[in-house]
């Protein structure tokens, strides 16, 4: 397994593959967290050191189950939290700590996939909140991570964030107010501003999984990239994922066969059309249409916001 400084500032060290939680939390797959733990230790024990997760995810309890008898040290765990305000932010962080049972968190991110190149004004008491706790050496390093070209520009030119999370694909999937070649621009802009960078959804939240090795490869190939984050919910992809980071050829019987069969799924006899589900969507995905809400199965990802954003629980994945 490669390791990789994190950006020039932060002093972390990370594996290239980094554990993405969210598909075995309670949004997808919903792992037990002795489940989620088992496997997030087989990858500690491969060589994987970083795991991406939120407070959104519900998987704080997977990985706190992994982390007993493992050196502080030797894991680095990056969250996120959707608060705006320095209070709420404030609540974020010392849940995350109590839940993980750490003294501190690597990485601490603005959850701000939809969010405009605004969004350092927008959620100035948050950021704020994230700083000060850096200057406690409660959190080791600020970052935001993003679905939009214009966050990701803007990012690299603001001096207190220190790592960015982008989402990137060679299909273009899921990026918002720009295109493949749009994202790659910005991220060298970050790379020019000494960010840390790792990437989210290459795969497209599993939509390309038929072009799997390409698919990566073009992620790899990034210049400026760090760390690549996928999701994983079993041995067999933990397997298939550490062949590829460790630069060991790829069987066939080892691939995907087909592209996931899951599909977001609106009730339509219990949705109010309060269109919060809308707002959640970090890939504008969900419309109302003829008084009826509708789901894009071109642009959805699978990440599973929409979910818990109902009201009514009249949303499923299946």
Same mark, same amino acid.
Request: glycine residues 8%.
């Given at each position: 397994?490669?390791?990789?400084?994190?950006?020039?500032?932060?002093?972390?060290?990370?594996?290239?593959?980094?554990?993405?939680?969210?598909?075995?939390?309670?949004?997808?797959?919903?792992?037990?967290?002795?489940?989620?733990?088992?496997?997030?230790?087989?990858?500690?024990?491969?060589?994987?050191?970083?795991?991406?997760?939120?407070?959104?995810?519900?998987?704080?309890?997977?990985?706190?189950?992994?982390? #007993?008898?493992?050196?502080?040290?030797?894991?680095?765990?990056?969250?996120?939290?959707?608060?705006?305000?320095?209070?709420?932010?404030?609540?974020?962080?010392?849940?995350?700590?109590?839940?993980?049972?750490?003294?501190?968190?690597?990485?601490?991110?603005?959850?701000?996939?939809?969010?405009?190149?605004?969004?350092?004004?927008?959620?100035?008491?948050?950021? #704020?909140?994230?700083?000060?706790?850096?200057?406690?050496?409660?959190?080791?390093?600020?970052?935001?991570?993003?679905?939009?070209?214009?966050?990701?520009?803007?990012?690299?030119?603001?001096?207190?964030?220190?790592?960015?999370?982008?989402?990137?694909?060679?299909?273009?999937?899921?990026?918002?107010?720009?295109?493949?070649?749009?994202?790659?621009?910005?991220?060298?802009?970050?790379?020019?501003?000494?960010?840390?960078?790792?990437?989210?959804?290459?795969?497209?939240?599993?939509?390309?999984?038929?072009?799997?090795?390409?698919?990566?490869?073009?992620?790899?190939?990034?210049?400026?990239?760090?760390?690549?984050?996928?999701?994983?919910?079993?041995?067999?992809?933990?397997?298939?994922?550490?062949?590829?980071?460790?630069?060991?050829?790829?069987?066939?019987?080892?691939?995907?066969?087909?592209?996931?069969?899951?599909?977001?799924?609106?009730? #339509?006899?219990?949705?109010?059309?309060?269109?919060?589900?809308?707002?959640?969507?970090?890939?504008?995905?969900?419309?109302?249409?003829?008084?009826?809400?509708?789901?894009?199965?071109?642009?959805?990802?699978?990440?599973?916001?929409?979910?818990?954003?109902?009201?009514?629980?009249?949303?499923?994945?299946?």
């Amino acid at each position: 397994m490669k390791y990789v400084p994190l950006g020039k500032t932060t002093g972390l060290k990370v594996s290239e593959l980094c554990f993405g939680v969210l598909s075995m939390g309670p949004l997808q797959a919903n792992l037990n967290p002795k489940e989620g733990g088992l496997l997030l230790k087989k990858a500690y024990e491969k060589g994987i050191n970083f795991i991406d997760t939120a407070e959104l995810y519900g998987t704080y309890p997977h990985i706190r189950e992994s982390l #007993q008898g493992i050196k502080e040290e030797d894991v680095i765990i990056a969250s996120k939290s959707l608060a705006s305000e320095y209070k709420d932010m404030e609540q974020s962080v010392t849940d995350c700590l109590k839940a993980l049972g750490r003294s501190y968190i690597d990485i601490f991110h603005l959850h701000s996939a939809k969010s405009e190149a605004d969004v350092f004004e927008k959620k100035s008491g948050a950021l #704020q909140c994230l700083l000060d706790y850096k200057e406690k050496g409660l959190i080791r390093a600020v970052g935001i991570s993003t679905h939009n070209v214009d966050v990701v520009k803007a990012a690299a030119l603001v001096p207190e964030i220190d790592i960015v999370y982008p989402i990137i694909n060679k299909a273009g999937l899921g990026i918002i107010n720009g295109t493949t070649e749009d994202m790659l621009q910005a991220i060298r802009l970050c790379k020019k501003h000494d960010k840390g960078l790792y990437a989210m959804k290459v795969l497209g939240g599993g939509t390309l999984l038929h072009s799997y090795q390409e698919a990566l490869d073009f992620a790899r190939g990034i210049d400026g990239m760090d760390s690549i984050s996928i999701g994983m919910i079993n041995e067999k992809e933990l397997h298939l994922n550490l062949t590829y980071f460790n630069d060991l050829p790829i069987k066939e019987s080892m691939l995907p066969e087909c592209v996931s069969g899951k599909k977001v799924v609106i009730l #339509q006899n219990i949705c109010k059309k309060c269109g919060k589900c809308i707002t959640a969507c970090p890939n504008n995905a969900i419309t109302i249409t003829n008084d009826i809400v509708t789901v894009d199965e071109s642009r959805c990802l699978l990440c599973g916001y929409c979910h818990p954003a109902c009201p009514e629980f009249g949303i499923r994945i299946i």
